[in-house]
């Protein structure tokens, strides 16, 4: 279901939609937003941008999890937080888009420990050719990253052996 996942509208259809297909068992928290590119210093951030990428990256992923907790509490499901290096390590320019992710690391290992019957996975999925990367490095050749559906078999991996909660690198 294409849509905005700041839009409270859209949250709670997907919530509704999982349940019409007969339940929920797995949120997988994608959504992010970069921010400005070529990517700023922190003394630089225009903060409305910064705004956003706490808005997409941080709050209605939150948002969409509280929605949807309740289903997944009841079916002993799972919910993966996509994340990034840049939540953990320092890198310039950053600075806004891995302070969200950093924000994103912490809200998912609280949830683990606040609801202990489900499985929540902080996934860190490497550097991937993706838009948002590319935007990261306007005008660099970044073919040598893999293409995200690489990461696919991890994934299938994570949510059919269920490890412990916690940060997973893929």
């Known amino acids: 279901m294409p849509g905005d996942i700041t839009d409270p509208a859209h949250r709670a259809a997907l919530v509704t ?11 997988v928290n994608n959504a992010g937003v970069l921010g400005p590119s070529p990517l700023p210093t922190l003394a630089e951030f225009p903060l409305d941008r910064l705004r956003e990428v706490f808005e997409v990256n ?3 992923q939150l948002a969409l999890t509280q929605q949807a907790l309740p ?14 290096d840049a939540a953990v ?10 302070s969200a992710k ?7 290992r609280v949830l683990a420990v606040e609801a202990p019957e489900l499985r929540v996975w902080v996934v860190d999925p ?4 993706t838009r948002m990367h590319q935007d990261a490095f306007p005008g660099e050749d970044i073919s ?20 412990e909660s916690g940060r997973i690198r893929l």
């Open 58 to 60: 941080v709050l209605a």
């Open 17 to 27: 939609a999982a349940d019409e297909l007969g339940g929920l068992d797995l949120l």
């Open 89 to 98: 390590e320092p890198y310039p320019g950053w600075g806004g888009y891995g």
């Open 71 to 84: 289903a997944l509490v009841a079916r002993a499901g799972s919910v993966v937080f996509v994340t990034s």
């Open 144 to 163: 040598d990253r893999q293409l995200p559906e690489a990461v696919i078999p991890a994934y299938v991996k994570l949510v059919t052996e269920r490890p």
């Open 102 to 108: 950093a924000a994103l690391e912490h809200i998912g």
């Open 126 to 129: 490497g550097d991937l050719r």
